[in-house]
């Protein structure tokens, strides 16, 4: 090497290079970009077309309002949006009840004891249940689902109820929790493991002990994806939930406190916030009229509701991280 | 497994009867022994027919060259081996008289006997006392934690620099207080062999020479195996030396002086001469 009397070719490229280089950095910008002003366009328009809604409804009353009737065939619209968070919240919360100790509990089966050839097997598996359309498990719950808990457990449940739909989108989210959950725990340096083992720690206690929480914030990104998917899940809803706004009945317990039978919400039929967008637009729609923009303050709510959850899953994510 | 009077035990946990036992320290008992060990990796064979009697509360070295079977024979001590399908392993290793390849030995119970510290510091992206308790608290310890941990600190001479931070996490730590750390862990469920993967491997020389001068003071109450590729690290702070060499054969085993200064194999006085390996 040191012989050569010739010194190294250390001239700029030509041209040529430089702008091939130049466009290649450009066409990468350039799709992040489209992302980025997608995201900001729908934001706009949700907000102004909200503003427009607002102008006739206040914030208040949507916010606080306990009747949703957009289209009513007498006159007297309502826009009150609370039967439709009851709606979202009750096929959410059910659904994460399902998903997530389900979804986790497969998650440390396949990182931490699964063999690698049942784990071949079982994750393309898992992605499947996760390709099935949203439609599938709609019908699966409204002929499969409601009979089967109908004829077991809740005689008097309506044929379009809450808690179907929400074992429903419960199970779809499964492969969510697991997939990532398990990529967040497989990423966990074996090391830590060994570290474990050698302390005399048992499977149990090192997957448990070690590997979740050295994980924990990918665990949690699973989970916030996984509700938000929940949140706006809408195809399972309409068809085995149906499409009634209607409010629970609130009892007064003890000392006045106001409470509300689980079984009035689950057992009947309800309505999400997704399922009354999708009625607006079913409906003779023309632009420009109220319950048209009542879709974008709904729209709007939906937003809000996914970032607090996100907001919040960040926060519980970020106090309990172990990074490694 | 402490406690193991009653099985056939084939080891004497004696004296040692060491011809070139011309050191001053006393004789020692017999912690840990190999009887015709073999070990093989699928079709590949790691270790070789080894049979060696490793002293208690002595520093006892393993070295040689890359892939001659020395860590994975410390891994057979403590059963680590079991975890890597391909492995198997024949013939016997004893620990307190007992074989712990006998059907009824739990490892986990046998690690909770023998620590061990690895090449690389591993510890816990936990807090340090956390560190530190965590055998104790996977044993279900029901003695004073706090107490464990502070000995186990000062035991790993790491104490009088983390005690104002025990609840930072350990991974704050420079790599060599990572490594004492480790080491704290290693001892703080008290256990009677201290297995060392190459613990100062991936340590600057002054990190390194402090774990050195760590594992002298271990000695003292532990028996300390260590897997080192540092023939002066043997040769400083080892009783005992074993040199494996290629294909996992144990070729001389004697005490550290010898070794190094009259072997009797001219394959160990070529390998540590630099001639080999």
């Not at chain 1, 039967?83 to 440390?108: D, E, R, Y």
């Not at chain 2, 104490?159 to 080491?183: A, F, N, T, Y």
């Not at chain 2, 532990?222 to 074993?242: E, G």
Request: net charge negative.
């Amino acid at each position: 090497m040191t012989d050569s009397t010739e010194s190294p070719d250390l001239t700029r490229r030509g041209g040529l290079t430089r702008l091939k280089e130049g466009t290649y950095g450009g066409l990468f910008a350039a799709c992040a970009a489209i992302t980025l002003l997608t995201t900001a366009a729908i934001f706009v328009t949700l907000l102004s077309d909200a503003v427009v809604f607002f102008r006739s409804i206040s914030i208040v009353e949507f916010l606080t309002g306990t009747n949703w009737s957009p289209n009513p065939a007498g006159g007297g619209q309502a826009f009150g949006i609370i039967p439709l968070l009851i709606g979202t919240l009750t096929v959410t919360i059910t659904a994460a009840f399902i998903s997530i100790p389900i979804g986790t509990l497969t998650a440390i089966y396949l990182s931490e004891y699964a063999t690698p050839n049942a784990r071949s097997i079982l994750k393309p598996l898992l992605e499947i249940l996760a390709g099935i359309p949203t439609v599938v498990y709609g019908y699966f719950a409204l002929v499969y689902v409601t009979p089967a808990l109908k004829a077991t457990l809740f005689p008097e449940m309506s044929t379009f109820n809450a808690l179907a739909a929400s074992i429903m989108v419960g199970i779809m989210t499964i492969p969510m929790v697991s997939s990532i959950s398990e990529d967040a725990m497989s990423a966990v340096p074996d090391e830590l493991r060994q570290a474990g083992y050698g302390l005399g720690a048992t499977k149990f206690e090192v997957s448990t002990g070690i590997v979740v929480p050295a994980s924990i914030s990918g665990i949690a990104s699973s989970y916030i994806l996984a509700v938000s998917r929940a949140i706006g899940e809408t195809m399972i809803v309409v068809v085995a939930m149906g499409a009634q706004a209607r409010m629970p009945e609130v009892q007064q317990a003890l000392f006045g406190i106001p409470f509300v039978n689980p079984a009035d919400v689950l057992l009947q039929s309800g309505m999400t916030i997704t399922v009354a967008m999708v009625q607006i637009t079913g409906g003779d729609l023309t632009g420009g009229t109220l319950p048209y923009n009542s879709m974008f303050a709904l729209g709007l709510a939906l937003f809000a509701v996914t970032l607090v959850m996100n907001v919040i899953s960040d926060i519980i994510a970020q106090r309990y991280r172990e990074e490694y | 497994m402490s406690n193991s009077t009653t099985d056939d035990s084939l080891i004497t946990t004696e004296v040692q009867t060491d011809s070139n036992d011309g050191r001053e320290a006393p004789a020692a008992g017999t912690a840990v022994a190999a009887r015709d060990l073999d070990v093989f990796y699928g079709d590949e064979q790691a270790i070789d027919d080894v049979t060696m009697e490793i002293p208690e509360k002595r520093v006892t070295a393993l070295i040689g060259p890359s892939g001659c079977g020395k860590s994975t024979f410390l891994r057979c001590i403590n059963r680590m081996n079991d975890m890597i399908e391909i492995c198997r392993v024949e013939g016997d290793v004893e620990f307190g008289g007992k074989n712990v390849y006998d059907p009824d030995v739990d490892p986990v119970a046998l690690r909770r006997k023998i620590g061990m510290v690895f090449q690389k510091p591993n510890p816990f992206p936990k807090s340090i006392r956390d560190n530190v308790a965590y055998g104790l608290k996977i044993q279900d310890f029901d003695g004073d934690v706090d107490q464990r941990v502070e000995e186990s600190l000062k035991g790993a001479a790491l104490w009088d620099e983390v005690k104002d931070q025990l609840d930072s996490s350990g991974l704050e730590l420079s790599g060599g207080q990572q490594q004492r750390l480790c080491i704290a862990r290693a001892i703080a469920p008290d256990p009677e062999v201290i297995l060392m993967d190459e613990p100062t491997s991936a340590l600057d020389p002054v990190a390194a020479s402090k774990i050195e001068d760590l594992i002298d003071d271990l000695a003292e109450e532990y028996t300390v195996i260590i897997v080192t590729h540092n023939m002066q690290q043997a040769a400083r702070i080892s009783d005992r030396t074993a040199v494996f060499l290629t294909g996992g054969e144990l070729v001389e085993y004697d005490d550290t002086a010898k070794i190094f200064e009259d072997p009797e194999e001219q394959r160990v006085e070529d390998y540590i001469t630099g001639k080999f390996g």
